[in-house]
């Protein structure tokens, strides 16, 4: 497993800590991933219409989830 591979094995896992959501998102984050690295890599481009609705749905899901978090300060601590 290559290194960006653990990395995004980490980060969409990590999603149910983060924002409080279930597999059935981040398992599907981490599918178009992979479909958008075998077109990068590959050349291989075999998205369903199923997916799309899928990606969708659970890019509305994490939207919701981070806009609940709220504004996030952009400062530096120490800053004024």
């Known amino acids: 497993m290559a290194i960006g591979q653990i990395i995004w094995y980490i980060v969409f896992p990590s999603l149910a800590h983060t ?3 279930g597999p059935d998102v981040w398992r599907v984050l981490d599918k178009a991933h992979r ?6 890599y590959e050349g291989a481009l075999e998205v369903s219409k ?3 609705v899928d990606l969708l749905k ?3 899901t994490v939207q919701v989830a ?3 978090i709220g504004p996030v300060s ?3 601590p120490g800053q004024k």
């Open 50 to 52: 199923q997916m799309v």
């Open 74 to 76: 952009t400062t530096t």
């Open 58 to 60: 659970a890019a509305e």
């Open 35 to 40: 479909i958008r690295n075998s077109v990068e």
């Open 66 to 68: 981070v806009e609940k």
């Open 19 to 21: 924002l409080g959501l």
